[in-house]
Each structure stands twice: as structure tokens, then as C-alpha cells.
């Protein structure tokens, strides 16, 4: 009597161990998922679940349902090392369309194959192999669909993944299908038989290939990440520029306190100053100067400042981070100059930055180092106090006032403009290593690990880069090799299955075909031997001995030899190989020889046999063993002459050669280039030039050594070449040395091309050309400037003069042109020498260098004449503030090999207001005038031009 809790309980059993098999089969085949997708090459789970609905019915779809959804929790919590609620949504989805599938999928191949079967029948293995690809489209499409409404893939993506869920499940079910049954199918006797036969070569032939694809899909992930590596380097490269830039940009603020160390720097004087370096550097959110006042100060500081702002006082953020009046300190460091000065920033002045904890921690370290130093990150106080920024501060000491200076980095600017133009490919996160603190973040929630790390330091502190791949960049990059392969080879081992399941099932009529086909063979003998005389390649058969039975004119013909002198000969001392002089043994045994031995078939595309004469004749050989009952008899050898083609050969590797030998002892670099940038033949003299070994140039870009200047200019070049609107390109560009030193070259370029006109690869000639450069720029100074004083002299002079007059006439914007003559120095000059004359000489360039701003031009004229271009003028008062600025500075002696000398200067003004025209010669003469007029009134002075 058949007990029922024993059905019961074998029943729970087969369903732990379906459960077991699809999660473990599972979780390995999602190994072999590329990301970013879901879906992996082979999905043995789809197979295993279809197989069991077909032998076991609908009792096994809840263990289906089960298996199918702890493993996709086990994804989710692998993912993000926590189940979320979207995981849970997921693995419902893919539970019920994976039973879905199993349940019509079984009930469909049990409708049209029956069961218990033997799955030998052609048409049962064909209704098997088309049915599996229409089976599969039902998981594919319902959870593909369902992730794409869940937002967990792309539009872009749905295809991709689609294709690669169906194509996984189906290899799954064309290969796991007959190695289930194997394992519980029925009848049992004639499966349990076929272990040997169909699982094990199967078993050995997917492993195989699962190796293999994991091989060759690494290498297509490490391919795939070449850009990236790249853009991440890019990335890098232009972050620290940009923090650079900020320590020059309060680095250049600095200077307008150095040069005014022994008066006060005045709002007018700070935002002008400022102004000019603000528009070179835009990222910069603001620039803000704030003093160090001390509690006894407070009243008259607060007092000052109220004239120029209502209402002004020092304050602080209180608990709620509202801007109140500040409590009593020792000192404050209120916030007294900003550029730019607008309503966004206008609510922050007279804040007391070290009112803030971070803030005053990185004024006491900058005051401390003497450098300049970041703050953590921290939220701003401009814009409600919502937006993440820093601040980089620099002390300012032993001037009138100390203080210090701070720029104002706001993050979504500063990094997310740096960043943006690659948010389409690359993950970008920066993180405040101190503070653990981001400063920019776009990773994914669940993404912790990068691919790309690279670590800064900038103002003190240090940062840390972080780069990953997106899902877009994958998808863009995704090599389909491996899948190809894998798609194929796991296509070829169902089908080999199916061919063994056939196979097994007709063993006997296969064997009674062979004895027919064997006696079929012998009247085919002579037809052979007819067909043979006719073929254009050389044939011959040896018996086990090698002794020649058979050859066919062609042979003869080809070795030299009749028929009767090969008969009977052994082939193999005989044209194999030649004899060693004064002996009877070969030089080694022949390789086709071998095929005696193996009994394995032998294929070379190159050997040697020797003509009558002696001559050597190549050869490609094809060499297949006879049987009888098991036991080789003999050989059948096919050769064809491939003499003409080896000569080709030769010659090709010759010209090669002299190729090779031309490009390395060139005078000049020459390099082969790819289509992307990358070096694949470089000579010595280029690896001279740019200070790499040859190995280590063949690993890098021409843009990865170009100097960044140069590199828009190049590619622009670049493009046209392979748009072919020009053949050739030269330029003069720089390339960066191993050693970091930009050398000057001069490049010319061209493009080689198929006979289709296809690109192919760049041809590039290369001639170091630092020392010209260097010939030029000295030729260059000596036109353009004084040699005495460094000053630009005439001709620079007049170019300046005509730039600032077209600019002041087109924008009707005010500049001034100072003429300044050194009083008395005809008389110093004569009276103490030429010597002391050049040493006044280059001091006046000195102290009216100090008293302008970059912009402007100082030039010396000739003798102890110097003009000054003073642009972009608001009003004749700045042109009278710098003539003050000059006249003081020199009033101080100028030391003469101990001795101190005072002199003045002369100075005349001619104001352009930039609405009427005028000539250089009419300006020019005009603030001669003034000068004139300066020295008539008592020299050491100004004037200005007056046209009464």
C-alpha cells in the first residue's frame, strides 16, 4: 500500500531541490550579465523550470514561483546590500512571468513531443528547437517591460536587454532541457544510459565555453574602459587646473595689498583691481576682503562704513543661521569689500566670517601657515543659505590694515559646470577627504565603489576624485564578441545534444549503413583514380609504412618524378625531406609521418618537399589516415604547390623590412598612427624627441602628449583629414615630454586610405624645433623691447597705441596717454656717467611698473622719455590718481652703489574720451605738450592737455 505522507514528503523534497538548483543555477549564470543590464549570456534557471513543468506538471510551479523570487532578492540585496521595497517589486515580477513561462512552456513542448519520451525522433528534436526561442519570449518581454515601467532601465536600453533576456533564456532551455532529463526523465533505463553519451559531453563542452566567454568578455570590458580611462584622466587633468587657477586668483589679489603695503586699499581701488581678475576667471563666485578689527575698533570701524551703507553693522548667524548683530569678540574679520557687489551678495557685508567654526578654523591655519587655505564644505550664506560651496582664504599681513582675502567657490558652478559635459558617460564624484563631505555627487544610490580614483590637494585640504562608468557609456561601448561567440557555441552544444540524442536512437541502422557504405567505397576506388588523374593538386597514398601505392600525374608532375620512380618508394626519405650528406638517415621524421602515429588527420599550410633536381618546393598539405576494422592501413596526402605565393611572401617581408629600416634611422620622427589617436609605429628619434622608451609612447594617444593649447587646433586637422576635404596638414604645435617640459615641433600629417578610400591609419613626420623657437622669441624681444629696461620700446609701443585708440573709438570707452620725461637727467647722466644713468634708468621702469595695472603699458620712448597707456579710464580723476601714485613713488631715493639719488619726473596727460577722432600722431603730441607745460610750471609734476 502506497503510504501518502511518504508521497507527501518526497513531493516537499523535489521541491527544495528545484528551489536549490534554480537559485544556484541562477545565481551563477547572472555572473556572466554585463553591465549595466539584468541579463545575462545563458540562464540554465529557464531551462531547469521548463523541464521540470514538462516531466512533473503544474505541482512544481510554486517551487518555480519561489525559486525564481529569493533569487532576485539575493540580486537586489547584493546590489545595494538591503532589500527596498523596488527589489521586492522586482523579484514579484520576474517570480510570476518566469512560472508564466515554465507553465506554457512545458505544457506546450508535452502537447507536441508527449511524455515519457526518448526525444530521438528528428521531428521531436526539430518541434524542441523551434518551439524554445517562441517559449522565451514570454519572460523577456513581461519583466523587461515591467523593469522599463519601474524606471530601472532606459528606453534606450529595452531592446538590448530584451534581446539578451530572450536569447539567455532560450541557450537555457536548448541546453539544460536535455541535461534535466538526463538527470529524471523517463523511461528512466534509456536516460540513465545516455549520461555518458549526451551529459558529460555537453557538461564538458558548456563549461568550456562558459570559461572561454568569461575569458574573452573581460578583455571586452578592459577594451570597452580605454575612453573612459581616458575621459576620467581628462576630467582629473581639468579639475586641477581649475583649483590652480583659484590659488593664482588670490595669489594676483594678494599683490594689490603688496603694492599699497603703506596706505590703505580703498573700495574704488579693490573693485577695479579686482574687476580684472574676476573676468578672467568666471568660476570664481565672488572675491572678499575682510580686515581684522578689534573690539576697541568696532565703533569707529561700524561708523566708517555706515556712510557708505545705511544701517551697517558687524553680524553673525545665529542658530537658525539668520544674519543678527554680533555679540562682543576680541576681534572680528567682517566682510568689507565684495566683487561682485550686487543684491545677492550685498546682505553678506559686514558678516564676521570668523563668527563661523569653519571658517574661523581656516582663517587661524592660513594665518598660521601664511598660505592660502580652503574651508570645509559648507552651505553659503548667499541664496537662504541653501547652496554647498567653500571658501578659500589668504591671510594678508604687515600692510596698513591685516586681514584676509577669501574666494567664494559655490559647487553647483565651480564643479558642476567642470563636470556636466560628461554626466552623459562618466559618474563624477568629488569628496572633502577631511570632512567626508561631497562637494559633487551624480553616482547612483546603491553605487559605492568607482573604477577611477585620483586625489588632490588645494588650499590644505585634501580631495578625492571618484569616476564610474554610466549606463549610457556601456551601452555605447559594449562589445558583443564574447556574446557572439558564447550565442554560437551554446547554440552548437544543444545542437550537438540533439545530434546525440538522434544518434543514440539509431545506432543500429547507422552501423548497417557503414558496412554498406564500405563495400560502396571499393567500387568507388576506381572512380576515385579517375577523379584523382583530373584534379589540380598533387595526391598520393601510402601504405602504414609510408611506401607509396598511388599517385596521380599532377604529383609527378610536381615532384619531377614518373610514376614508376615513386611506386613503391618511401615518401618521407624520398621528397619529405632531404638526406643528411654521407649518411643514410633523414634530417628529423616527417610531421605528415605523424599521422601514422596519431591516426589523427594532419593539416599544414606550409611544408617542404624536395623536386628531383634538388629544388625545394612549398607546399600546402592535407593528410588524412586510412582504416580498416578499426586499424589505420595507410595515408592519403593532397599537396598543392605554393611556390609562386612564398616568393610573394619574401619579397612582402623584404620590403617590410626596408620599410621598417627607413623609419628608424630617419633623420626625423615619423610615427604610424590609428584613427584614434593611438600610437602603433614610432622610431627612435621621435622617442628622442618626446623622452619615452618605444614601449612606453606605443601606450599612449597623440592627445595624452599634445600640450592642451594645442590640441583643438590638431583634431580640427585631424577631422578635415578624415573627412577628406584636405590630404596633409603641417603645423607647428608643442608635445609634452616624459619630463613635463613642453618642446616645440613642427608636424605634418597625412592620411593612408584602402583602395575603397576608407581610412586606415595617419602618417605623421615630426622635426624638433625648440632651438628655432628659442632663435625667434630672442628676435622678438629684441624688436619689440628696450634692452636696457625690459620695457616694450617704439614699435611695441605704437601697436598698443593704435589697439587702445580702436578700441576707445568702438566702444566709446575713455583711455590716457602719459608722457614722462626724468628731470635733470642729462645733467646726472653727464655729470656721473653713463653707468649710473643706465641704473636711474632701469629703477624709473621699476617704480612705474609697480604703479599700474597689468592691462595697462609702460614703454620707454627713448632716453629718459617713458609713456604710459592707461585704459579703460572711468574719468580724468583715475589718470590724475596713478600721476599722484607716480610722483610719490618717486619721491624715495634711489640707491647708486651706496649712494642715494633723488629725482623727478615730468609728467603730460592727454585724456580720449573715445567720442571724437583723433590720430596717434595728434594724441601723441598732445601729451608731449602736457609734459612740456609740467616742466615750464617747475617740473616734477603733471599736467594735463588743454586744448586752450
Keep these: 500500500m502506497i503510504n501518502p505522507l511518504s508521497i507527501q514528503k518526497n513531493a516537499v523534497v523535489y521541491s527544495l531541490l528545484l528551489i536549490l538548483a534554480y537559485v544556484i543555477t541562477g545565481k551563477l549564470g ?40 529569493l533569487l532576485n532578492i539575493l540580486v537586489g540585496y547584493s546590489a545595494g546590500h538591503q532589500v527596498k521595497m523596488t527589489d521586492v517589486e522586482v523579484a514579484l515580477l520576474i517570480a510570476v512571468a518566469s512560472a508564466l513561462q515554465a507553465y506554457l512552456g512545458g505544457w506546450w513542448l508535452k502537447h507536441k513531443i508527449h511524455y515519457p519520451t526518448t526525444l530521438d525522433s528528428p521531428v521531436d528534436v526539430v518541434t524542441f528547437f523551434i518551439s524554445a526561442p517562441v517559449i522565451c519570449l514570454i519572460s523577456a518581454t513581461i519583466s523587461v517591460t515591467g523593469l522599463l515601467s519601474l524606471g530601472l532601465i532606459e528606453k534606450s536600453l529595452f531592446f538590448t536587454s530584451w534581446a539578451s533576456w530572450w536569447i539567455g533564456d532560450t541557450l537555457g532551455l536548448i541546453v539544460m532541457l536535455p541535461l534535466t532529463l538526463v538527470a529524471i526523465g523517463k523511461p528512466r533505463a534509456i536516460w540513465k544510459k545516455r549520461s555518458l553519451t549526451i551529459a558529460v559531453p555537453m557538461l564538458i563542452t558548456f563549461a568550456l ?202 559647487a553647483n558652478i565651480f564643479f558642476g559646470e567642470l563636470f556636466k559635459p560628461f554626466a552623459h558617460t562618466v559618474h563624477v564624484r568629488l569628496t572633502d577627504v577631511e570632512s567626508g563631505k561631497y562637494l559633487y555627487n551624480n553616482f547612483a544610490d546603491n553605487q559605492i565603489d568607482s573604477l577611477y580614483t585620483r586625489d588632490f590637494r588645494f588650499g590644505g585640504r585634501y580631495y578625492r576624485l571618484d569616476t564610474l562608468p554610466t549606463a549610457q557609456y556601456y551601452q555605447q561601448h559594449r562589445g558583443w564578441q564574447s556574446w557572439n561567440m558564447l550565442a554560437v557555441g551554446l547554440f552548437g552544444t544543444g545542437l550537438m545534444g540533439a545530434l546525440l540524442l538522434i544518434g543514440t536512437g539509431y545506432t543500429a541502422r547507422i552501423e548497417n549503413l557503414v558496412k554498406q557504405k564500405t563495400e560502396e567505397l571499393k567500387d568507388s576506388f576506381y572512380r576515385f583514380q579517375e577523379i ?57 621524421e616527417c610531421l605528415i609521418s605523424n599521422v601514422i602515429h596519431s591516426k589523427q588527420p594532419y593539416k599544414s599550410t606550409e611544408e617542404v618537399f624536395w623536386h628531383k633536381n634538388g629544388s625545394p618546393i612549398y607546399v600546402s598539405v592535407n593528410s588524412v589516415p586510412f582504416f580498416r576494422n578499426n586499424e589505420i592501413i595507410g595515408t592519403l596526402v593532397v599537396f598543392d604547390d605554393i611556390s609562386d605565393r612564398k616568393k610573394i611572401e619574401f619579397a612582402l617581408r623584404a620590403s617590410e623590412k626596408s620599410f621598417k629600416e627607413i623609419i628608424e634611422y630617419a633623420p626625423i620622427g615619423i610615427a604610424i598612427v590609428s584613427l584614434d589617436g593611438r600610437f602603433t609605429v614610432v622610431n627612435q628619434t621621435l622617442c628622442n624627441i618626446v623622452g619615452y622608451t618605444n614601449d612606453e609612447l606605443i601606450r599612449r594617444t597623440f592627445q595624452e602628449i599634445t600640450y592642451p593649447d594645442d590640441l583643438s587646433l590638431d583634431l580640427e586637422h585631424v577631422q578635415r583629414l578624415l573627412d577628406g576635404e584636405i590630404d596633409t596638414y603641417r603645423m607647428e ?23 575603397n578610400l576608407t581610412p586606415q591609419y595617419f602618417i605623421a613626420q615630426i622635426e624638433d624645433i625648440s632651438e628655432r623657437k628659442i632663435r625667434d622669441n630672442e628676435v622678438h624681444q629684441h624688436a619689440y623691447f628696450d634692452t636696457l629696461t625690459k620695457l616694450p620700446n617704439r614699435r611695441m609701443l605704437m601697436e598698443k597705441l593704435s589697439q587702445a585708440l580702436s578700441q576707445s ?140
Design 30 to 69: 547572472l555572473m556572466l550579465a554585463l553591465p549595466p543590464g539584468y541579463a545575462s549570456a545563458i540562464f540554465p534557471p529557464a531551462g531547469i523550470a521548463i523541464a521540470a513543468v514538462f516531466v512533473a506538471g503544474r505541482t512544481v510551479l510554486p517551487a518555480i514561483f519561489l525559486g525564481s523570487f
Design 209 to 410: 565555453l562558459i570559461i572561454t566567454f568569461v575569458v574573452v568578455s573581460r578583455w571586452e570590458r578592459k577594451e570597452s574602459l580605454v575612453e573612459f580611462d581616458a575621459l576620467s584622466n581628462q576630467i582629473s587633468e581639468q579639475l586641477r587646473v581649475r583649483f590652480e587657477s583659484q590659488e593664482a586668483v588670490i595669489g594676483q589679489t594678494s599683490a594689490l595689498f603688496s603694492y599699497r603695503a603703506s596706505e590703505k586699499v580703498t573700495r574704488q581701488d579693490f573693485y577695479h583691481f579686482v574687476s580684472a581678475i574676476k573676468r578672467e576667471s568666471p568660476m570664481t563666485f565672488a572675491i572678499e576682503w575682510a580686515p581684522k578689527v578689534t573690539h576697541r575698533e568696532r565703533a569707529s570701524y561700524v561708523k566708517q562704513l555706515s556712510k557708505e551703507f545705511q544701517d551697517f553693522e558687524i553680524k553673525q548667524l545665529d542658530a537658525q543661521r539668520k544674519l543678527v548683530v554680533s555679540s562682543d569678540k576680541d576681534f572680528y574679520f567682517p566682510i568689507t569689500y565684495i566683487v561682485p557687489l550686487k543684491e545677492s551678495t550685498r546682505a553678506i557685508l559686514g558678516v564676521d566670517l570668523a563668527s563661523l567654526p569653519d571658517r574661523k578654523d581656516a582663517i587661524q591655519r592660513a594665518i598660521s601657515l601664511k598660505a592660502a587655505i580652503a574651508s570645509p564644505p559648507t552651505r553659503l550664506i548667499i541664496n537662504d543659505g541653501t547652496e554647498l560651496g567653500l571658501m578659500l582664504i589668504y591671510p594678508i599681513h604687515g600692510t596698513s590694515q591685516d586681514g584676509v582675502l577669501s574666494a567664494v567657490l559655490r
Design 532 to 588: 584523382t588523374s583530373t584534379l589540380g593538386e598533387g595526391i598520393y597514398v601510402t601504405d602504414i609504412n609510408g611506401v607509396i601505392t598511388f599517385t596521380n600525374p599532377k604529383a609527378q608532375d610536381l615532384l619531377g618524378r614518373s610514376e614508376s620512380e615513386l611506386l613503391g618508394q618511401n615518401a618521407h626519405s624520398l621528397f619529405h625531406h632531404r638526406p643528411i650528406e654521407g649518411s643514410s638517415h633523414t634530417e628529423r
Design 733 to 755: 604645435k608643442r608635445y609634452i615630454r616624459k619630463d613635463n617640459v613642453p618642446v616645440w615641433v613642427q608636424l605634418s600629417a597625412s592620411i593612408f586610405r584602402d583602395e
Design 809 to 948: 573709438e568702438h566702444h566709446q570707452r575713455k583711455f590716457a596717454l602719459f608722457f614722462l620725461d626724468l628731470d635733470h637727467f642729462k645733467q646726472i647722466n653727464d655729470t656721473l656717467g653713463h653707468d649710473t644713468g643706465d641704473i636711474i634708468l632701469k629703477e624709473a621702469a621699476s617704480r612705474l611698473l609697480s604703479c599700474v595695472r597689468s592691462s595697462d603699458t609702460v614703454s620707454r620712448l627713448g632716453g629718459d622719455e617713458f609713456v604710459i597707456i592707461l585704459n579703460d579710464v572711468s574719468s580724468a580723476h583715475d589718470a590724475q590718481l596713478l600721476a599722484e601714485k607716480i610722483l610719490n613713488n618717486f619721491s624715495e631715493p634711489i640707491d647708486v652703489n651706496g649712494s642715494e639719488l633723488f629725482i623727478g619726473t615730468s609728467i603730460g596727460i592727454a585724456v580720449h574720451d573715445g567720442d571724437t577722432k583723433t590720430t596717434i600722431r595728434e594724441l601723441m603730441k598732445r601729451a608731449d605738450s602736457a609734459m612740456y607745460e609740467s616742466k615750464a610750471s617747475g617740473r616734477n609734476r603733471y599736467s594735463f592737455y588743454t586744448s586752450t
